[in-house]
């Protein structure tokens, strides 16, 4: 069974700091992996997209890596902000369109 | 990119009876995709709208309890029949172009279900 593990599962950093999300998945075959951002009551929106062949990839304050021998990815943010405060969800594809998606990490950055 | 739309975007409904959610493209679109996103949980896909055919359904879920349209290549619908609180979750479309492998799948704003 494919699946997409990340964690924490939560947490809280202050405004400024930096912090790093892990995803580790066993989707096979591998297409491409996927991070998205989801605001509380807005659906998800795209941060990165990595191929089996792209080992990071960033997106402003949010950078991606990705080692495919391995089957792990991580999302670091950069000097977080208050509108950091999301989900993060790692989504992963085996084929065209077939999606597995991790339960997310929460995200909560005080001032 | 992709703008999509869903109407509605919030609801509270009573048990026994059906909602229908609207969501519009504003560009035409090959792929079509209808998720459901409970409380807490991840998404999970419900089904795949196909333009002019029968919707293909993950195992799971079944047509009559989740009837789905598809009209045109900017326009689906998601029917959620004879609710039960279980029923009680975020609705979310999606799209894609052919060949979505290497290209990105958009999310509307989702429509937040309560049954009551």
Redesign the interface.
């Known amino acids: 069974k494919n699946q997409v593990e990340q964690s924490p599962q939560s947490l809280i950093i202050l405004e400024g700091k930096n912090c790093t999300l892990q995803c580790n998945y066993t989707v096979s075959p591998f297409s491409n992996l996927r991070w998205y951002k989801q605001d509380t009551g807005r659906g998800p929106v795209s941060l990165t997209i990595m191929t089996f062949s792209e080992n990071t990839k960033s997106n402003g304050r949010y950078t991606a890596t990705l080692d495919a021998d391995t089957k792990q990815s991580s999302l670091h943010i950069t000097a977080s902000q208050l509108s950091d405060s999301a989900s993060y969800i790692c989504v992963v594809s085996a084929n065209d369109y077939k999606l597995s998606f991790g339960a997310g990490t929460t995200v909560t950055v005080r001032a | 990119s992709a703008v ?1 739309s869903q109407k509605p975007s919030r609801d509270i409904c009573q048990r026994g009876t059906s909602l229908t959610i609207q969501c519009q493209v504003d560009s035409q679109v090959t ?1 079509m ?1 209808w998720y459901r996103q409970q409380p807490g ?5 419900i089904a ?1 709208a196909n333009q002019g055919s029968e919707a293909t359904y993950e195992s799971g879920f079944v047509i009559d309890k989740f009837p789905i349209s598809r009209p045109n290549l900017t326009f689906s619908t998601l029917t959620v029949s004879n609710m039960s609180p279980e029923d009680s979750s975020i609705y ?1 479309c ?1 799209v ?1 172009t052919s ?4 290209d ?7 429509t ?1 279900l309560t049954v009551t």
């Open positions: 999509i792929m995709f949980q991840s998404l999970t896909l795949t979310l999606s894609g060949g979505v492998s290497r990105e799948q958009y999310f509307g704003p989702g937040r």
